[in-house]
């Protein structure tokens, strides 16, 4: 775990659902690029669990319909 607040790119990759479980345990993630992956609602889900993550870019997503953006709406720290 890094002990500073970081910023996480994935975007482009083949990035799904059981890979967010992995990225919300990471405590001092503050910002998470996930444009152009096939994350759904349910991975949306796993980063409502990341208290210092503010910035989260979703650009592109297919898979975000409205289940995701109920669980977005959940994270009141986000700022963009």
Known sequence: QPEEPFYLMLAYEDIKDPLMKE???LK??????????????VGIA???KC?????????NCSEIK?????????MKQLTS
């Open 28 to 41: 001092k993630l503050q910002a998470l690029g996930l444009n152009t992956t096939k994350v759904t609602h």
């Open 66 to 74: 409205d289940p995701a953006t109920r669980e977005i709406a959940k």
């Open 51 to 59: 208290p210092s993550l503010t910035i989260l870019d979703l650009n």
């Open 46 to 48: 796993e980063l409502t």
């Open 23 to 25: 990225v919300a345990s």
